[in-house]
């Protein structure tokens, strides 16, 4: 089998190579001494070894058929240039060769075909590769003339023997004993060498590769004992009728590898793209759990309290898997249902009206109206809205009972209701574990499954409750480091704008994903202040024409976006509109296309940027302005970007655009 091939990117000059050649992927190998000792030991072995097979041959008779002996070493030189490249390793027609050799022309003849094959695809290198060095080339060599003369030595042993025996198809029995041995061997010079130098047995990696080229070996014995059986009956113009019908074979196998090495490249990238997703997917839970913080502080340390206990109790019943990741989800987004829910009322310091627990109870509803079109890869929409359902259907919104409950959904039921019972409320006191686990057990069967409760008792009584700690109040799952920045010292403070500048773009970046995945439009853009406080600058984009949006820099002072920025508050225009402020004409793809701008603004209720939506459908802007994901997502923004700092400031009178210009200018050395 040939050397298999590797790219320079993925070897340094002078490594041992992989597949059927030496390797030895971590060490530079210039000089035999770069070796470990066993590994110098086998190369000289295998070397040694080499010259004992070549000078072996030396006594063995020779080809009868000088002719197709020389035809033979010559196509062994050939076809080095015609290799298939798979998964694990790359083949080329050189072992039909050597085994059509053996087979018609006997041990000596196939040695040679062996090394001159070896010898020639070193010669064949991609654009850019390294040439292997003396030591590299001699194993290669030496390791193939081995498994050549032992495919010999079997071919010549269990053929007569089969024959002997009576077997039939003796000359099948012999071939097949030389397929496996040349076969055998070339795999495990490349494991053995491999072992030695990284010290470490692989034998997965070994049987991989063997099963991978098995079928391809065994494919081209056939094929090298029917050319022999040509040759008998035909003569030398089996070369002319066989070689077409190889080459035709061997682009057939290429094709179908090629097929195949398409194939798996795409399932890599779709688990890269699912990696990216689930990255997304993470970012999203973090998004929307910290937005129930900036809608309602309590709401948080409540959501942090459920989620470790959900987990414990649903750990202690046994789930695992999607169901398990189902509940850690949900028990943090449960309450996200809350940012539809006016704050008067979430913040009413006495009880609630009937009227007002209504708005409360659609909560539920709205959480999983609001996760629906996320994708998590495990049903979390359905324990969201279902985490106030009863066993006895007497629960909100939809009056499950019973087995309808998703067990998610109950395991929250029951932990929602005892935080809320051990919480301090404006109307009573909190509640003691003991009162609360009681007053539960009093409702299990009716309200909540007896079985999660009794689980929720034997998490408490394990301590769970005492792990969950919250001195600080800040967030567990808050994206970015807890507290202010520290103030930068005078040595570091260029360099920590510049990692604040990095980690605002990080924000914006972030942003900007989030929405184009619930939003598709023509392009996605945040904005951040310029420096001078008088211009934005595109730092984020996605979307066909997110292009048009590279190093743009747009005037505070007029267009959709700065007029956004500079008032604080949704703004819609047209395209042209935004382009018009720097004397240039409107992008095609822009042409004719509206924006909708909403601003981030801080806790001062200053903007500190801007996320601009360019659509093509002005239905779109009212869906992308009251889309509350998007709304939290802006939230938790603008605390990341007060968190990072360094925003500026847009001046108190901004002057008009022209005006604007020149006050840039006399400013530009101090900006």
């Given at each position: 089998m040939a050397p298999r091939r590797t790219s320079a990117r993925q070897r340094?000059?002078?490594?041992?190579?992989?597949?059927?050649?030496?390797?030895?992927?971590?060490?530079?190998?210039?000089?035999?001494?770069?070796?470990?000792r066993p590994a110098r030991l086998l190369v000289v072995g295998t070397a040694a070894t080499g010259v004992a097979a070549l000078a072996a041959c030396l006594f063995l008779p020779p080809a009868q058929d000088v002719v197709s002996a020389t035809i033979f070493l010559v196509l062994a030189f050939v076809v080095a240039w015609k290799r298939v490249k798979i998964h694990v390793a790359s083949i080329s027609l050189g072992f039909v060769v050597v085994l059509a050799a053996l087979f018609h022309c006997g041990t000596l003849v196939a040695v040679a075909a062996a090394v001159i094959n070896t010898l020639a695809c070193f010669l064949v290198r991609d654009p850019g590769e390294a040439k292997p060095n003396g030591v590299v080339i001699v194993y290669n060599a030496s390791a193939l003339a081995v498994a050549a003369f032992a495919a010999g030595g079997a071919h010549g042993w269990v053929g007569p023997a089969a024959e002997g025996m009576g077997l039939p198809w003796p000359e099948l029995w012999g071939g097949a004993a030389a397929v496996v041995a040349y076969h055998g061997l070339s795999v495990a010079s490349l494991g053995l060498i491999t072992t030695l130098c990284r010290s470490e047995l692989d034998i997965r990696r070994w049987w991989r590769e063997l099963l991978a080229t098995a079928p391809a070996y065994f494919a081209g014995g056939a094929m090298a004992l029917a050319l022999d059986q040509a040759l008998v009956y035909t003569g030398r113009w089996a070369f002319v009728v066989g070689l077409p019908f190889a080459y035709l074979i061997h682009s057939a196998y290429r094709t179908q590898a090629e097929s195949?090495?398409?194939?798996?490249?795409?399932l890599r990238e779709r688990a890269e793209s699912g990696e990216k997703m689930a990255h997304l997917y993470l970012s999203v839970v973090e998004v929307l759990s910290n937005a129930i913080d900036v809608k309602d502080h309590g709401t948080l340390q409540h959501v942090q309290r459920v989620h470790s206990l959900a987990r414990a109790v649903a750990e202690g019943l046994g789930l695992m898997g999607d169901e398990l990741e189902a509940v850690k989800i949900g028990a943090v987004l449960h309450d996200i249902?809350?940012?539809?829910?006016?704050?008067?009322?979430?913040?009413?310091?006495?009880?609630?009206?009937?009227?007002?627990?209504?708005?409360?109870?659609?909560?539920?509803?709205?959480?999983?109206?609001i996760l629906r079109p996320i994708d998590f890869g495990v049903p979390v929409a359905n324990i969201i809205r279902h985490h106030h359902e009863k066993l006895d259907g007497t629960g909100y919104p939809d009056g499950l009972a019973g087995d309808e409950i998703a067990p998610g959904a109950r395991i929250l039921a029951v932990i929602d209701v005892y935080d809320a019972l051990v919480s301090d409320r404006p109307y009573r006191k909190a509640w003691t574990s003991e009162m609360a686990l009681e007053q539960l057990r009093k409702e299990a069967g009716a309200s909540f499954d007896p079985v999660v409760v009794e689980a929720l008792a034997e998490a408490l009584a394990a301590g769970v409750a005492d792990s969950v700690s919250d001195a600080d109040g800040t967030p567990a799952l808050l994206i970015g480091p807890p507290g202010e920045p520290a103030a930068p010292s005078d040595t570091d403070e260029l360099i920590e704008n510049r990692v604040a500048e990095k980690a605002r773009h990080y924000v914006l970046q972030g942003l900007v994903d989030l929405t184009h995945g619930l939003h598709r439009a023509l392009a996605i853009v945040a904005y951040e202040l310029a420096?001078?406080?008088?211009?934005?600058?595109?730092?984020?984009a996605v979307g066909p024409a997110a292009g048009q949006f590279d190093l743009l820099r747009l005037p505070v002072a007029c267009g959709v976006s700065g007029r956004a920025a500079r008032e604080g508050s949704v703004s819609?225009?047209?395209?042209?509109?935004?382009?018009?402020?720097?004397?240039?004409?409107?992008p095609e793809d822009l042409g004719g296309a509206a924006v909708t701008a909403l601003p981030i603004v801080g806790s001062s209720g200053r903007s500190l940027a801007v996320l601009s939506?360019?659509?093509?459908?002005?239905?779109?802007?009212?869906?992308?302005?009251?889309?509350p994901t998007v709304r939290a997502a802006l939230a938790l923004a603008a605390r990341q970007l007060e968190r990072v700092g360094g925003v500026p400031r847009i001046p108190a009178e901004l002057p008009p655009w022209p005006e604007a210009q020149v006050f840039l200018a006399e400013t530009a050395g101090g900006a």
């Open positions: 340094r000059p002078g490594n041992f190579r992989g597949g059927r050649s030496l390797g030895c992927e971590e060490r530079t190998v210039m000089h035999l001494r770069d070796l470990p195949v090495r398409k194939e798996l490249r795409l249902g809350k940012l539809a829910v006016p704050d008067h009322i979430l913040h009413k310091p006495g009880r609630l009206t009937d009227a007002e627990f209504r708005m409360v109870q659609q909560h539920a509803a709205a959480g999983e109206a420096p001078s406080g008088v211009e934005i600058d595109a730092v984020a819609v225009g047209s395209a042209a509109g935004e382009f018009a402020s720097l004397a240039r004409a409107t939506l360019y659509h093509a459908d002005p239905a779109r802007s009212e869906a992308f302005v009251s889309d």
